[in-house]
C-alpha cells in the first residue's frame, strides 16, 4: 500500500479531538498511546457534559421524568453498543468498568463450575488482566491455567494449541489483539477448534475495537470483553457480550441493589440478564459516552479508518527498517495499531522520557504482559500506538525525535 494514498481526511478528524491541538513541553502534541486509552471527541465529551447538566438522575427507580430521560439514555446506550458488536439481543450485553471487570465476572461466576484438574487455555501474549483472574479462579477451585506459545514473531503457534486441546480444556481465554505487539489473532480458527473440544472461549477485544468491525455471532466466541476508553468513550465503562445460554446459568458474582428481583432474610431472588450482573448504580453518564462514542465511530467509513490506520503503521515499520539501532518487536503475518521496538544500548525509559520532552508520546515498559516479555527474552519494549487521528507526519516527528535521543544517549 502506498502510504500516502489515503482519501481520508484526517486533518478534519483530528479537529474534532480538542486535546489534539494542545502543547506538551512546548511542543504540538504527538500522542502515539492510542493502545493504552484513545483520546476523545467532542461529541462524547459533550454527552458526558449533557447528561450531567440536562439528565442527571439515578436510573430504573425513580418515576420522575429526569429518571426516565436518564434510563433512556442508559438502555439506549446499551442497545446501541449491542448493535455494534453484532448483537441483535442487548439483553446479552452487561455493563462492567471494563475489559478487565468483564474477565473478572466470567472468570468469578462461570468459573463456579470448574473441577479439580480442568484447563484453561490462556496464550502467553495476554495482557495480565486475561491471566491473573484466571489463575484466582484455578486456585480457589483445583483447576491448572495452561500457556499457549506463541512463536518469536508473537504469533500463537497453532500446532501447538491443537495438541492442548487433547487435554480436559474447559476455557480458552485469548485476545483478539495484542495489546504489546499488535497481533491479530486467528480467533475463528481458534474458536473454532475450541468448541470441536468441548471448551468454551473468552475474547479479550480490547485492542480490536477502534480497528476493526466486531461481529460476535461471525466470530462464534462465546464471551466477548472490551473497554469504552480505548474506542473513543469514556473510561470506567465497558462491556461484556456473552451468549444467553451461558449467562442465565451463571450465579450473581456481587451483591446489591438493581441486581435483586425480591429480597428477605428467608432467601432471596435475582433480576433476569442482563441487570442479576449490574449490582449498584452504575456508571450512566459513562454508558452515555460510550453510546456516543458508537454513534461516532457508525458516522465514519469503518474500512476508510483502517485503510488509513494500517498505512500510518506500515509507515512506521519502513521508518524503522531503516533506522539504524532499532529492532522491532512483533512481526505477525497481521499486525493491528501497535509499532513495538527497541533501541540498541538506550534504556527505553530513557528513551520514553526524552521523547516526552520532544512532546512524542509513548508507552515504555512491559505493557502488562510479563510473560510475554519473558518468552521474548526482553524486560519490555518502547510502544509507539496509532489510531484514526494519527498521521504520517506524526511518524516522522517521532523518528526525527528517536534520533536525537540517540545522541543525547550515545
Known amino acids: 500500500m502506498n502510504a500516502m494514498a489515503t482519501p481520508l481526511d484526517v486533518a478534519a478528524l483530528r ?25 476523545k471527541p467532542n461529541v462524547v465529551i459533550d454527552a458526558i457534559s ?49 475489559t478487565t471487570e468483564a474477565i473478572n465476572l466470567v472468570a468469578y461466576s462461570w468459573g463456579n463450575r470448574l473441577q479439580p484438574g480442568d484447563q484453561i487455555l490462556v496464550s502467553t501474549l495476554e495482557h495480565h488482566s486475561n491471566i491473573v483472574p484466571w489463575q484466582l479462579v484455578a486456585e480457589r477451585v483445583g483447576a491448572n491455567v495452561i500457556p499457549i506459545s506463541v512463536s518469536d514473531e508473537g504469533e500463537i503457534d497453532l500446532d501447538a494449541f491443537r495438541s492442548q486441546l487433547n487435554g480436559p480444556v474447559r476455557m480458552v481465554a485469548v485476545g483478539h489483539v495484542s ?11 481458534i474458536v473454532r477448534l475450541a468448541h470441536d473440544a468441548g471448551a468454551v472461549v473468552l475474547l ?21 470483553a472490551f473497554s469504552g476508553h480505548k474506542m473513543y468513550g469514556p473510561t470506567g465503562i465497558g462491556a461484556l457480550w456473552g451468549r444467553t445460554d451461558l ?47 458508537v454513534d461516532y465511530l457508525n458516522s465514519l467509513d469503518r474500512d476508510e479508518i483502517a485503510a488509513h490506520e494500517d498505512a500510518v503503521l506500515s509507515y512506521a515499520v519502513e ?25 540498541e544500548g538506550l534504556p527505553s525509559a530513557d528513551v520514553g522520557m526524552l521523547l516526552d520532552q520532544q512532546g512524542v508520546a509513548v508507552r515504555t515498559g512491559h505493557h502488562c504482559t510479563q510473560p510475554l516479555m519473558n518468552r521474548l527474552g526482553i524486560s519490555g519494549t518502547i510502544r509507539a500506538s496509532f489510531a484514526l487521528y494519527n498521521t504520517f507526519e ?17
Open 15 to 39: 479537529g474534532q479531538f480538542p486535546i489534539l491541538s494542545t502543547e506538551v513541553n512546548g511542543h504540538p502534541l504527538v500522542y502515539l498511546d492510542s493502545a493504552a486509552t484513545t483520546q
Open 50 to 98: 449533557d447528561y450531567y447538566r440536562f439528565d442527571n438522575a439515578n436510573v430504573h427507580r425513580a418515576a420522575h421524568m429526569l429518571a426516565d430521560r436518564a434510563t433512556t439514555a442508559f438502555e439506549g446506550a446499551r442497545k446501541k453498543v449491542a448493535r455494534f458488536i453484532g448483537s441483535d439481543d442487548e439483553k446479552q450485553l452487561i455493563w462492567t468498568r471494563g
Open 179 to 189: 495489546n504489546a505487539l499488535g497481533t491479530v489473532n486467528p480467533v475463528e480458527d
Open 204 to 224: 479479550d477485544g480490547a485492542q480490536a475495537m477502534a480497528h476493526q468491525t466486531i461481529d460476535v455471532h461471525k466470530l462464534g466466541c462465546d464471551f466477548y
Open 247 to 293: 449467562l442465565v446459568d451463571m450465579s450473581p458474582w456481587q451483591g446489591g441493589g438493581e441486581m435483586i428481583d425480591q429480597v428477605s432474610f428467608g432467601g432471596t431472588t435475582y433480576q433476569q440478564i442482563p441487570y442479576r450482573f449490574e449490582a449498584g448504580t452504575p456508571d450512566i453518564a459513562g454508558a452515555v459516552g460510550l453510546g456516543a462514542a
Open 319 to 343: 521508518r524503522g527498517e531503516d533506522f539504524e539501532g532499532l529492532t522491532r518487536y512483533g512481526c505477525a503475518h497481521q499486525v493491528s495499531g501497535a509499532f513495538s521496538f527497541l533501541m
Open 394 to 410: 506524526e511518524v516522522d516527528r517521532l523518528f526525527t525525535a528517536l534520533e536525537k535521543v540517540r545522541t543525547m544517549l550515545s
